[in-house]
């Protein structure tokens, strides 16, 4: 019996791979390196979790030079980007993006009913301004989304084009940044929600905290916004144990900070690797490379025990995590043999 409803036919549900492959780089996590000695959860299971996480919200306005009023706190920040596509887009209108990017957009958008639509980005993945402003007057969205770095090619939209997207529309304009602590010298737009009445920026504990299982992300707006925004809540949406981790890792930082530098390093020394190997490897400023699929390394990947994420556009692609130094070492090594075996 088929009950989801007819609208729902063709939806894929997201693609998680198995996780028993001795070196995992599908997902774009970090390791556990702030709370690798475990924690001590002191939390009241009885009770309901505070609805508001205000702890949570005052440390990271605190962090990043914020009020507590611009902050919705998320079970991850897809459930963010559900919970505006949900509240603010009606049945059948537009919800604009530039693409190949996170397919979670196109789920949310196929379950919620709503018109989803790419704008390609160029052959080498760069943004193309001009097409995705065309796209803006003629398709007239009720949400743009623009993804920054873009997953899972890694690219940057310009601060530029941004900055020209968010003046040429009346669209709530929301910006993923979920891997925006790994673009070095690029400054967030979180302190310039306030410049602008449409804007909304999300970011995630998943990625550069390495906190991918406690499902934590926030988004950052202004006033008016986060107030209506508050008013489509799901009640205790965020439970008290990743209300009280989430907490503990923003008061470290520091960390955080030093984590990614070491991580960026990686990530292009990984590359360099990559490049010096013959690969077509894309310019990354996220925690992952990409690169073009040549020689079935997905497939040959898979077989040595290194799982990586596929996909299929143009032509195929891979995308490839940076994890821990020694992941990478040996991931280099084997893709130095395959490419080896395939001459
Ligand atoms: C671009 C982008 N946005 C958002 C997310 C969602 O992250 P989370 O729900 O774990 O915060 C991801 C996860 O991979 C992502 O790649």
Not at 159 to 164: D, F, G, H
Not at 209 to 223: M, P, T
Not at 255 to 284: H, N, P, Q, W
Not at 309 to 319: A, E, K, L, V, W
Request: glycine share 4%.
């Amino acid at each position: 019996m088929n009950i989801l409803k007819p609208a729902l036919s063709e939806l894929r549900a997201y693609p998680t791979l198995e996780r028993n492959q001795a070196i995992k780089l599908d997902s774009n996590e970090a390791e556990n390196y702030l709370f690798e000695d475990g924690f001590q959860l002191n939390v009241p299971f009885e009770r309901y979790p505070d609805n508001h996480a205000r702890d949570l919200k005052k440390a990271i306005a605190k962090t990043f030079q914020l009020e507590d009023n611009q902050l919705l706190i998320g079970s991850g920040s897809s459930e963010i980007l559900e919970w505006l596509m949900k509240s603010t887009v009606e049945k059948g209108q537009t919800v604009l993006t530039a693409g190949p990017t996170f397919v979670m957009y196109g789920f949310y958008a196929k379950i919620h009913e709503l018109h989803y639509l790419e704008v390609p980005l160029n052959e080498d993945f760069s943004f193309n301004l001009e097409r995705f402003l065309d796209a803006l007057k003629k398709e007239n969205p009720r949400l743009v989304i623009l993804c920054s770095p873009n997953n899972p090619t890694g690219g940057l939209i310009p601060k530029e084009a941004i900055e020209t997207i968010l003046a040429a529309t009346d669209a709530l304009v929301l910006l993923d940044e979920a891997y925006i602590e790994f673009a070095k010298d690029v400054t967030s737009f979180v302190n310039r929600v306030n410049d602008y009445p449409n804007l909304i920026v999300t970011r995630t504990f998943s990625k550069a905290y390495g906190l991918a299982s406690v499902r934590l992300g926030y988004a950052v707006s202004n006033k008016t916004i986060i107030e209506a925004l508050t008013l489509s809540k799901t009640p205790y949406n965020v439970n008290q144990l990743t209300q009280t981790i989430g907490l503990a890792a923003i008061q470290r930082y520091g960390e955080v900070s030093d984590y990614v530098k070491t991580m960026i390093e990686r990530r292009e020394r990984f590359k360099k690797g990559c490049l010096a190997l013959g690969l077509s490897v894309y310019d990354s400023h996220a925690n992952f490379i990409f690169l073009k699929n040549s020689y079935d390394l997905f497939e040959k990947l898979k077989e040595r025990n290194i799982l990586v994420r596929p996909f299929t556009f143009d032509q195929p692609y891979i995308r490839i995590t940076i994890g821990q130094e020694l992941e990478m070492t040996q991931t280099l090594k084997v893709l130095k043999e395959i490419l080896d075996e395939a001459k």
